[in-house]
């Protein structure tokens, strides 16, 4: 254990890191797209290298091996089984709900934009 702790505070560095580059180094307007790339990238990694760093110290070794087995159990479960194959759409892709919910967004930020244009005209 004590060694991931020591590559959950690697990973932070990293993502720190590349944060730091792209503020000093990435501040030009023809590399746009990397310096998002690395902020979004380092953000990612610190929240994440901060976040399994924390449970590391705050849940015992033994408690998470407890907590993986009785996950591994909740797989196998049937009950959870039938739970989810009830509530799984009747089998469509999960493409499609995404595309679908992409259109729910999309359609309320619309709304919210024309309601907006619209009321200013008058």
Do not use: H, P
């Not at 998002?36 to 929240?47: E, P």
């Amino acid at each position: 254990m004590k060694n991931r702790k020591g590559l959950y505070l690697l990973q932070t560095m990293v993502g720190i890191v590349l944060i730091i580059i792209r503020g000093f180094v990435l501040n030009t307007e023809e590399v746009k797209m990397a310096s998002g790339l690395f902020i979004g990238i380092g953000a990612a990694c610190t929240a994440l290298g901060l976040v399994w760093f924390i449970q590391s110290l705050v849940i015992s070794e033994s408690k998470m091996k407890k907590l993986k087995r009785q996950m591994a159990i909740e797989q196998i479960d049937e009950r959870d089984i039938r739970i989810r194959e009830r509530t799984g759409f009747m089998g469509v892709d999960k493409l499609i709900i995404a595309i679908a919910a992409l259109v729910l967004v999309i359609k309320f930020v619309l709304v919210v934009f024309f309601s907006n244009y619209y009321s200013k005209s008058i």
